[in-house]
């Protein structure tokens, strides 16, 4: 299995300031036939279900604001909150799905500092 | 827009098997350019994939869940279900159902709400 482990585990941030959440794979998440990383992250407010941000690890999913951009390639990889919102709380997991069995980080808490 | 909506029982006794429905509503479960999952999440813990399941009836299960899973598509309602025998209280979590889109890669696009299953006697 390709282990997926976040840092931090929490991060406190200032309004208006940002965000960086890192996501290292065990193992690389590229695919040489397209030069594709295989890398999304979700974002989870509490009490809802996961919401798909950014796929192919820096595609901005239609509707995601562009304040959040993701960055990497192999397997290291960035998620970054450009501008931190107090509706951007929540828990951000990063999930490669360049193999199965699919597996997630362990979540980023974000709080406001 | 494509929702996902789980069902099923809330609570089940130890040793027995679990079972839910995912029902994909504003879409076609038919498409050949989706697959469908399931994650699961014990509270205040991380994400698990349990496994996934396209229209043909082709399956991917997790191994760590060995042989208790199974998974299955009924198209002509538009459902996917989910079987998990033997279970015991370390199978107490939210289950989703989710959405894994083909041409790029298989990432999950689309969630359910989640439902609640508690196992105990």
């Known amino acids: 299995d390709i282990v997926m482990t976040q840092s931090p585990d929490s991060l406190a941030v200032s309004l208006g300031e940002r965000a960086t959440i890192n996501c290292k794979s065990s193992q690389s998440v590229l695919y040489s036939s397209n030069n594709k990383s295989y890398l999304a992250w979700h974002q989870q407010k509490p009490g809802q279900p996961p919401k798909l941000l950014i796929y192919?690890?820096?595609t901005r999913e239609s509707g995601v604001p562009d304040r959040f951009s993701g960055s990497g390639s192999g397997t290291d990889f960035t998620l970054t909150i450009s501008s931190l919102q107090a509706e951007d709380v929540a828990i951000y997991y990063c999930q490669q799905y360049y193999s199965t069995p699919i597996t997630f980080g362990q979540g980023t808490r974000l709080e406001i500092k | 827009q494509v929702q996902l909506q789980e069902s099923g029982p809330g609570l089940v006794k130890p040793s027995q098997t679990l079972s839910l429905t995912c029902t994909v509503s504003?879409?076609?479960?038919?498409?050949?350019?989706?697959?469908w999952s399931w994650v699961r999440q014990p509270a205040g813990k991380g994400l698990e994939w349990i496994g996934r399941i396209y229209a043909s009836g082709t399956t991917n299960n997790n191994p760590s869940l060995k042989s208790r899973i199974t998974i299955s598509v009924d198209t002509s309602k538009s459902q996917f279900s989910l079987r998990l025998s033997s279970v015991t209280a370390a199978d107490t979590a939210i289950y989703y159902c989710?959405?894994?889109?083909?041409?790029?890669?298989?990432?999950?696009?689309?969630w359910g709400q989640g439902t609640l299953v508690t196992v105990s006697s």
């Open positions: 989710a959405r894994g889109k083909i041409p790029t890669g298989g990432h999950l696009d689309n």
């Open positions: 504003g879409g076609s479960i038919s498409s050949g350019n989706y697959f």
């Open positions: 192919w690890a820096s």
